[in-house]
């Protein structure tokens, strides 16, 4: 019944461009913000960014500060995570949760503690090559 599906990953240049989608079905999406962490091969998941339901309010950990820009599209329930200005350590399976406490979700991005989230998809996998 509730489902979050990432979409758009893929292989580019360090320096390129990508939009990784969140597709969520089966929840009240505008009830929830919508953050995204990624894992780096033989690393932990860390946060990315994470928006809030009146889409006002966003957060981004500083390395992506400036590169990566999140936003929402209500009536197609989607979150977007645009990519810009990709480097090779920005190379990780990169995975969307939702929670209904944007103070909780921003906490988790931050810290990294990923753990107790009310829903997550499956990732996507986002390789970026020298």
């Known amino acids: 019944e509730v489902q979050l599906v990432e979409s758009g990953g893929g292989l580019v240049q360090a320096g390129g461009s990508l939009r990784l989608s969140c597709a969520a079905s089966g929840f009240t999406f505008d009830d929830y913000a919508i953050g995204w962490f990624r894992q780096a091969p033989g690393k932990e998941r860390e946060g990315v960014s994470c928006?809030?339901?009146?889409?006002?309010?966003?957060y981004y950990t500083d390395s992506v500060k400036g590169r990566f820009t999140i936003s929402s599209d209500n009536a197609k329930k989607t979150v977007y995570l645009h990519m810009t200005g990709l480097k090779p350590d920005d190379t990780a399976v990169y995975y969307c949760v939702a929670d209904r406490s944007l103070y909780k979700t921003v906490v988790k991005v931050r810290t990294g503690d990923y753990h107790g989230m009310d829903y997550w998809g499956k990732g996507t996998m986002v390789t970026v090559s020298a």
């Open positions: 928006i809030g339901d009146s889409d006002d309010v966003t």
